[in-house]
Nanobody, 129 residues
Framework: QVQLVESGGGLVQAGGSLRLSCAASERTLSNYAMGWFRQAQGKEREFVAAITWSDASTYYSDSVKGRFTISRDNVKNTMYLQMNSLKPEDTALYYC??????????????????????WGQGTQVTVSS
């Protein structure tokens, strides 16, 4: 059973920065890719960014491109999301996700599908104006 634990959320003013972390259990080493999703109150969960474990290929949603950076540390089994120039509309519960196959990666990058094989519990990010 894959376990994902997010951390790093909090309250920040618009224009500020936060870095989210997602610690994965050892069994996620066989996963193909990892991703970040978010869900604002009253809205559906949406894709934010994704990265492959093998070669660190990355993909971003248009809404965060140029402001957010996804990365991973294979030794620590940890994924990160550096969020800069935060806006009030970035306020949401941010979820870490693990995809176990290339088909899941394809769903993320071509359809921005909010689906995954495993989810974390989420960490709240609140951006004040």
């Amino acid at each position: 059973q894959v376990q994902l634990v997010e951390s790093g959320g909090g309250l920040v003013q618009a224009g500020g920065s936060l870095r989210l972390s997602c610690a994965a259990s050892e069994r996620t080493l066989s996963n193909y890719a990892m991703g970040w999703f978010r869900q604002a109150q009253g809205k559906e969960r949406e894709f934010v960014a994704a990265i492959t474990w093998s070669d660190a290929s990355t993909y971003y949603s248009d809404s965060v491109k140029g402001r957010f950076t996804i990365s991973r540390d294979n030794v620590k089994n940890t994924m990160y999301l550096q969020m800069n120039s935060l806006k009030p509309e970035d306020t949401a519960l941010y979820y870490c996700a693990a995809g176990t196959s290339r088909s899941r990666w394809i769903q993320w990058i071509f359809r921005n599908a909010a689906t995954s094989d495993y989810w974390g519990q989420g960490t709240q990010v609140t951006v004040s104006s």
